[in-house]
């Protein structure tokens, strides 16, 4: 286990206990102290930290970190602190990192993230277990810690930049708390009482969220949407959600007012539109879709071909085909000049507008798969056939193909169960 230890009086109350239970459950215990640089006393913290684990026979990693000064110092702070934490894990070999969060912690960090206008996601603020990080003092005050301290004989170090209120949580910590305790002495345990019960709610909306977007969203990097039909039902909290949940799977961290931009561009009267999201991506709308349409989007893969003995009928992925029409053909995507005979119509016309009166949303066209031989397709997987590789009165020989792999249009469930179903034909 790996404990973060800046030497004041939370983290050396953690180191304590923690170094009391390895020596009663055997794991190894392995601290970390971050320097910052940022104030004169930086020195003085590192090497208190470093005789503190010397006497108590700790392993240390010290990582000394360069924090940008420019923008928001103390995020800045934090950023580096994290990465650091990262390198000492990965150091270590520790599958947990414990940090000494504590009770007025979450709650200043409930008022900064209110006072932010955050929604429910961001008030739930800390968690005790976090993927692999771990808090175990944040059912503790903070004077708790102090007088747990004092009857070990133990000393700590302060920081005194902690006294500086231009920061936000010295404010809230020095000016604000005082006040509202005196007030209401139970704000403390209320306002961490809160963020408990955020928490337990956004654990049950992160799996509504994962479940629907598995059922109606594609969350391909090549090609994410949402199915607006099914999303146009649901109450806007709810739509919400998904939003965000949507656009994290992308990579995407929209804001407040961005996430109501995007809903209102999705459930609008206008059929089409466009809204621009950070990282230079763009959401379009395209009548039944939400899609979202990054700067650099990931490659498109390509599925294959097999032939099969199948004739399920109404399965768009199986086809038949005269196979002397098939010589020379090959899958790839769309390509300029490409033309196409459809299947039981008079005449040729270009495959873009094949796409376009077959209902094909933009983003997809230039993704879709052909099989196509020179610029004659032969068949568009999912849409239909030409009139060209037919079976007719002349034909000598029958091929069945069935094409595996995934269409642009199909939702995480949709291309789950065909997986389900190549298996099961062993393909």
Known sequence: MLAGVSGGADSVCLACLL??????????????HVNHGLRSASQEDEDYVRALCERWRIELIVRRVTVPRMGNLEANAREARYRAFDQAME???ADCLALAHHMDDQAETLLMRLMRASGPTGLSAMKEVSGAVWRPLLSVRRREIEAFLVAKGLSWREDESNRDERYTRNFIRQSLM??????FPAAVRNMAAVSRILSDEEDYWRGFCESWLHEYACMEPSGPFIKLDKFDTLHTAVRRRLLRAFCASAGISAGREQLERLEGLAVGTERRGFENLPGEVRAMKTGLRLHLLPKAPGETVIGRLAETHETEAGNRRIETF???QLEGAGLRLREEGDVIRPLGMVGSQSLSDYLINRGVDRPWRDRWPVLAAGKQILWVPGLGMAQTAA???????????RYLGRLPDETE???ELEMKEDGAHGK
């Open 391 to 401: 079976v007719g009165q002349a034909t000598e020989k029958r091929v069945t193909l």
């Open 19 to 32: 170094r009391e239970l390895s020596a009663r459950q055997g794991f190894r215990l392995t601290a970390v």
């Open 178 to 183: 005082p006040m509202v305790e005196e007030r």
């Open 413 to 415: 469930a949709e291309w």
């Open 91 to 93: 150091e270590s070999g």
């Open 322 to 324: 005269d196979a002397a």
